[in-house]
């Protein structure tokens, strides 16, 4: 977990409201992966992001959500119009390179808590 | 398509208990295998891996054999603690893909 920073840890939005969750990627690290936990099940895969570019966002909900991680400064997922059922944990990761059978491994971070009222 | 599967929970031991919780895995390939450790309230940590067949993985305790034949990742340990209780995910990833396939998990508590 270390150095994977998320923030806010706790968000509470009303319905149709837009809801912003930031990650800072361990320090070297140029690879973004974001996950969501809904509640009482596992990690569900979302979208992978290298600096300025999507790779992989197979796991992303057609509509409400993008995902950017631009030169500078965060990755940001972005959900627009929140509904209930957006309401789960949203965890970002982050890696120096594709892949852990070199011996690389993917960090989380703490997790943002996302509850629509 | 590639999958992990996990002994449901929860699982509840006593003190001292010897622990294994499940996890079979299908894949197309030659994945890693990842054990993570969830307490209340936190993120994911790693808790241990397994690059290839026949590797065991093991931290703080807790053990975990790469079985190709059986397509087996199971999770052992020898005497729970109560600071075990917590959420365990038994993962799979590829070297040259981009996300790690998760189980559901398995809640773990242990009572003193």
């Known amino acids: 977990n270390a150095g994977v920073m998320q923030n806010p840890r706790h968000l509470v939005r009303r319905r149709g409201q837009e809801a912003r969750l930031r990650c800072s990627p361990m320090k070297g690290h140029s690879h973004v992966y974001w996950y969501r936990q809904l509640p009482e099940e596992g990690l569900k895969f979302m979208v992978y992001l290298q600096k300025e570019n999507i790779i992989d966002e197979s796991g992303m909900p057609k509509e409400r959500f993008s995902a950017e991680f631009p030169k500078e400064g965060p990755s940001i997922l972005r959900i627009q119009q929140v509904v209930r059922g957006d309401s789960a944990a949203y965890f970002c990761?982050?890696?120096?390179?594709?892949?852990?059978?070199?011996?690389?491994?993917?960090?989380f971070g703490e997790g943002s808590w996302l509850t629509v009222v | 398509g590639d999958s992990v599967t996990q002994m449901e929970g929860p699982v509840t031991l006593s003190e001292e208990a010897f622990l294994t919780i499940n996890c079979t895995y299908t894949a197309t390939g030659y994945p890693s295998l990842f054990w993570y450790v969830q307490y209340p309230g936190e993120g994911l940590q790693l808790l241990l891996k397994?690059?290839?067949?026949?590797d065991k993985g093991s931290n703080k305790g807790f053990e975990a054999t790469y079985r190709k034949e059986t397509t087996s990742f199971h999770l052992e340990k020898g005497s729970v603690q109560v600071s075990d209780s917590a959420v365990y995910f038994c993962a799979l990833t590829y070297s040259s893909a981009s996300k790690i396939i998760f189980g559901s998990g398995t809640r773990l508590s242990i009572r003193p």
């Open positions: 990761a982050s890696s120096p390179q594709t892949g852990t059978n070199s011996g690389n491994t993917i960090y």
């Open positions: 397994a690059t290839k067949a026949d």
